[in-house]
């Protein structure tokens, strides 16, 4: 086409516009060429080296990618019968490989996403307000008076606390095109576990899942069997729901004081609380996998992770390294 264009120039003497029209090019182009020309002669009408065309070498077809794009806005990953709430890289990749038989890396699943402007969001939740003079107040003198006590009396200090066993999904992140917020499909109806636990940060765990909400009974049956599982003292610390200052649960402790110990936190400071990790390590089990279909599926879940909880004690004493309540180890 360059040569045809030198050729309709002179020897047809057409102007560079009327060469531009014939061949359907742009003017611009017609006169880059004419100036390669007139610079190099034959060479420089000369087709030069190619670069990588637009989506070679890539692992995914344009089309599969298109398909790619359409599944994961419009279908979640437990319609396509993999366990994952809501679509990650790694869901991702093991979408890539049941449709088309490719072991992608997770780098590059990432690196498509990036391509196509899909990013991980995630909801935001408001922290509790903190009571600063009494949070103070108990890392400055409360607690250290429990620890002497503990090392005096060889006792074990435990942190206890509740947690409704859910599969709560709404800050967890799934990719989606940027701006378009991912959808969690999930149950209406909770399916009312609950679970009661204690931890030390010797890395021990004790945990019981409840039908319901805490009452009195079932805190001090959890405390019964605390201390019946346990050679020492236990000095355990709670923090102020209603329950733990019931009458009834106060009766019990002044007559088991030789046994066991209660101790309360500052109102209004979860954060000050180690066992509040490992409820949201176990929410957050719960929540990146598929949604349970009934509370018999959720409760094997959840003891599973509990289980194997109680056999990693490291994992539980990195529980005490967050900052909130590294003053705990």
């Not at 733990?244 to 309360?264: N, P």
Request: aromatic content about 10%; some cysteine; hydrophobic content about 40%.
């Amino acid at each position: 086409m360059r040569r045809l264009a030198m050729n309709l120039r002179e020897q047809r003497e057409l102007t560079w516009q009327e060469v531009a029209d014939v061949l359907g090019v742009h003017l611009s182009t017609v006169l880059a060429w004419s100036k390669r020309y007139s610079e190099q002669g034959s060479e420089g009408l000369k087709s030069r080296t190619r670069g990588r065309r637009q989506a070679s070498g890539r692992t995914l077809t344009l089309a599969q990618e298109w398909q790619l794009r359409s599944i994961l806005v419009g279908q979640t990953p437990n319609q396509l019968q993999l366990d994952f709430a809501l679509w990650n890289r790694r869901a991702v990749m093991q979408l890539i490989k049941h449709l088309y038989g490719v072991e992608m890396p997770i780098r590059t699943v990432g690196q498509y996403l990036q391509r196509w402007g899909y990013t991980p969001q995630r909801s935001t939740r408001q922290a509790l307000e903190q009571n600063p003079e009494a949070v103070e107040h108990w890392l400055e003198e409360t607690y250290p008076a429990v620890v002497a006590r503990a090392k005096a009396e060889n006792a074990t200090i435990y942190w206890g606390d509740e947690t409704a066993v859910a599969e709560d999904g709404h800050w967890i992140r799934g990719y989606a095109p940027a701006g378009v917020t991912p959808v969690l499909v999930a149950p209406t109806r909770r399916h009312g576990l609950s679970m009661v636990s204690a931890i030390s940060n010797q890395g021990l765990v004790r945990f019981e899942f409840l039908e319901g909400a805490m009452n009195t009974e079932r805190m001090i049956g959890f405390m019964s069997r605390l201390v019946a599982d346990s050679d020492r003292k236990i000095f355990l610390i709670l923090d102020n729901l209603r329950v733990h200052h019931a009458r009834q649960v106060r009766e019990w402790l002044e007559g088991h004081k030789e046994e066991i110990e209660a101790f309360y936190l500052p109102p209004y400071s979860p954060e000050c609380n180690p066992d509040e990790y490992l409820n949201r390590d176990l929410k957050t089990r719960l929540r990146t996998s598929d949604r349970a279909r009934n509370k018999t599926e959720l409760l094997e879940r959840a003891e599973a992770f509990m289980s194997w909880l109680a056999k990693t004690p490291e994992r539980v004493v990195a529980y005490f390294q967050h900052a909130s309540v590294r003053y705990a180890t």
